[in-house]
């Protein structure tokens, strides 16, 4: 049996809305760091580089899993969800690493908006508000079937 990471039925319009934005949001978070070049020496870039690059994977993960409708994916998303927000009440003045500088005004809010929805808090507060509608459009893990029964 061929495994279909991102299966074709996520772009039909009868696909569930919160699945599929859900794992578009998964995908962006996961390559939101690319387009971000901190201002920091050559080692400490490298090694922030490992870390965003091992954090990325199970936001990556998620994204297939939702899309190919999986519960374990959705609980992936709700935990990862729920521990941003977690670190970010202990650390509240980390909020201020989702807003982008900029001297031109429309570009900084647009920018930070951005931040604050894809890889902040606010996504976050998205994922937690859609748990329960992603657990129901999700399935359960199926029990394998016995060998020799046909179904």
Do not use: H, N
Request: proline share 8%.
């Amino acid at each position: 049996m061929r495994t279909r990471f991102f299966p074709s039925e996520r772009l039909e319009t009868s696909f569930p809305w919160p699945l599929w934005a859900l794992g578009w949001l998964a995908v962006f978070r996961a390559s939101l760091w690319l387009a971000w070049e901190p201002a920091l020496a050559e080692p400490l870039v490298r090694l922030v580089g490992w870390k965003y690059l091992l954090g990325a994977l199970p936001f990556l993960a998620c994204a297939a899993g939702l899309w190919r409708r999986e519960r374990w994916a959705a609980w992936g998303m709700i935990a990862l969800a729920a521990a941003d927000l977690a670190l970010l009440a202990l650390w509240p003045r980390s909020c201020f690493a989702y807003l982008v500088d900029s001297e031109i005004l429309p570009f900084a809010v647009l920018l930070s908006g951005v931040m604050l929805v894809c890889g902040g808090p606010l996504g976050d507060a998205a994922v937690l508000a859609l748990a329960p509608r992603l657990l129901r459009l999700t399935a359960a893990p199926r029990a394998p079937r016995a060998a020799g029964r046909q179904g």
